[in-house]
Each structure stands twice: as C-alpha cells, then as structure tokens.
C-alpha cells in the first residue's frame, strides 16, 4: 500500500513536506539533489520496499513541498534540520538514510546531528576541497530544463533525445524510462528553491573533523560514478573529506544518479550498509 501527501504551497514546514511511503520494515528516507524530486528515487522503490519502508521526501521548494521562505537557512545543515522535524513530526526514529548529490551531503550533516541508523550517499555533494565555483553543466542543465518545459511531450518520445536530454547525469540514458526523465525535466524547471540551496551549497563543504563527528557505530557508504560529470574527480571526490571509517566504492559505467544507470547495485548498497548496523 502506498501513501503519497502533498500541501498547497505554504512556507515550508517540516510538517508540510510533500512524500510518498511504501514498504514495510526499518525505516529508509530517500534524499534527492539539488532542482530534483522525490520522484528520482522510483526506479528503485519496488528493490527496496521488501526490505524498508521507504520514505521519499521533496525538500522545501523543490516537487510538491511548499517553498522556502527567505529566512529559511538552505545550506545542508540547514535542510538536515528541516529532515530531521519532518522525520520527528512522523514517529521515525534512528532512521536509515540514502541521499543522492546534495541528498547525499545532507544525509551526512544529518547523520553528525543525531544517530542515524546508518548512511549510504550516492555521488554526494560537499566532499570537495577547495570551495567550488559555479558549475556550467548545472546552469545549463536548469536553463534547459525550463526550456524544454513546455514542450515536454514531443522532446522526450524519441530515445535519442531523451539521450541527450539526460546526457550530464546519465551514462545509460538510452535505458532511462521515458516516465523518470519527464519527472527530472519538470522537477528541474519548476525547483522554486533551487538558487537558494545552490548558493548556500557552494558556500559549504563536508568537514569529518568537525565538533559533532558521524558516531563511529554508524555505518556508511560513499559511491561514484566512474563517469560523473557533475561532480567530477578528484577535485569534487576527496576521500579525506569522508568520514572515518566510511567505505568507499567506485561504481562503473554510472553517472551522477546511480538509481537510474546502476538501480540494482545501488539498492544493493543501501542493503548491505543498514545490514552492518
């Protein structure tokens, strides 16, 4: 059974974030990126239902949550916290995270404010050194997006297009459900929060020997694409930028969304590091 809630846009509160629920078991909340959607996460839902409930969440101002206000903090810390009230006003405790790019950063800033029950991150955002500058292919990936917007029908019925549509953040676009790139265009075009969370993105980065550390008793998984280029090595990949004793993997023939070139493998992941809780 599926439950699936959203809010008419309002300041965004922890309480009005929109999501969607499946599965039953330990639970699992699924963070997206930056100008994504919670809907990013459905090519692996059915893999992970029989083992969590699954929990997608749309962050402030991005899918069908309401938008951030201006005195909302849109850093990863900040968007953290926001998780963390949502995931307190809905009974979960010591949940399992999965973060994808700034899902993946934001899982981990979650996992130094409180116990979590462990954090697999997907190409994640903020193990970069030094500060990035601003990224040419996000850019352009936002501005076409609003522009192939209005013609979202026609631009991604035939394969090749859908191809080149996805090119910046898939290695296997061909294979990409028509349905999952239709979603990533129209998240992307309509992230009302996206400038926000990018300025304060950039403004960030992840430090393992901060006050606060990761428990050593969480487990966690850092994996990239061998053929990310939205976060490229090695600039935006610093090992020493991750957390003690986390594992790292290299996943190849992938992209920036794992779940979407690598479902399987990436399902696997999240499995195998809540299983070592």
């Known amino acids: 059974?599926?439950?699936?809630?959203?809010?008419?846009?309002?300041?965004?509160?922890?309480?009005?974030?929109?999501?969607?629920?499946?599965?039953?078991?330990?639970?699992?909340?699924?963070?997206?990126?930056?100008?994504?959607?919670?809907?990013?996460?459905?090519?692996?839902?059915?893999?992970?239902?029989?083992?969590?409930?699954?929990?997608?969440?749309?962050?402030?101002?991005?899918?069908?949550?309401?938008?951030?206000?201006?005195?909302?903090?849109?850093?990863?810390?900040?968007?953290?916290?926001?998780?963390?009230?949502?995931?307190?006003?809905?009974?979960?405790?010591?949940?399992?995270?999965?973060?994808?790019?700034?899902?993946?950063?934001?899982?981990?800033?979650?996992?130094r404010q409180e116990l979590v029950g462990s954090v697999t991150a997907l190409c994640p955002a903020g193990l970069w050194r030094p500060l990035p500058g601003r990224s040419r292919i996000i850019e352009f990936n936002q501005r076409s997006a609003r522009f192939a917007l209005p013609l979202i029908g026609p631009l991604t019925r035939p394969a090749w297009l859908r191809s080149a549509l996805m090119s910046s953040a898939s290695e296997r676009a061909r294979r990409i459900d028509r349905s999952v790139v239709v979603d990533a265009i129209r998240a992307q075009a309509q992230a009302q929060g996206y400038a926000a969370a990018y300025q304060a993105t950039l403004l960030a980065s992840f430090d393992p020997t901060a006050s606060h550390p990761i428990s050593p008793n969480t487990p966690v998984t850092i994996a990239f694409g061998d053929r990310d280029r939205i976060l490229p090595a090695p600039r935006n990949q610093r090992r020493d930028r991750a957390p003690d004793r986390a594992r790292w993997e290299v996943l190849y023939d992938c992209g920036h969304v794992p779940m979407w070139d690598v479902p399987r493998v990436s399902a696997s992941l999240i499995r195998e590091t809540a299983q070592r809780a």
Not at 5 to 24: I, K, M, N, Y
Not at 35 to 62: C, K, M, Q, Y
Request: aromatic share 8%; net charge negative.
């Open 1 to 111: 059974m599926s439950e699936s809630f959203s809010e008419a846009p309002a300041p965004a509160s922890s309480r009005t974030l929109a999501f969607d629920v499946d599965g039953q078991g330990p639970d699992l909340i699924c963070i997206h990126g930056l100008a994504s959607a919670r809907t990013a996460w459905n090519p692996i839902v059915e893999l992970l239902t029989p083992h969590f409930r699954v929990w997608r969440v749309d962050l402030p101002g991005h899918g069908h949550s309401p938008p951030l206000t201006e005195h909302q903090d849109a850093s990863p810390t900040g968007l953290a916290s926001q998780l963390r009230e949502f995931a307190a006003a809905h009974g979960i405790d010591r949940p399992h995270l999965t973060g994808n790019s700034l899902g993946g950063f934001i899982a981990l800033e979650w996992a």
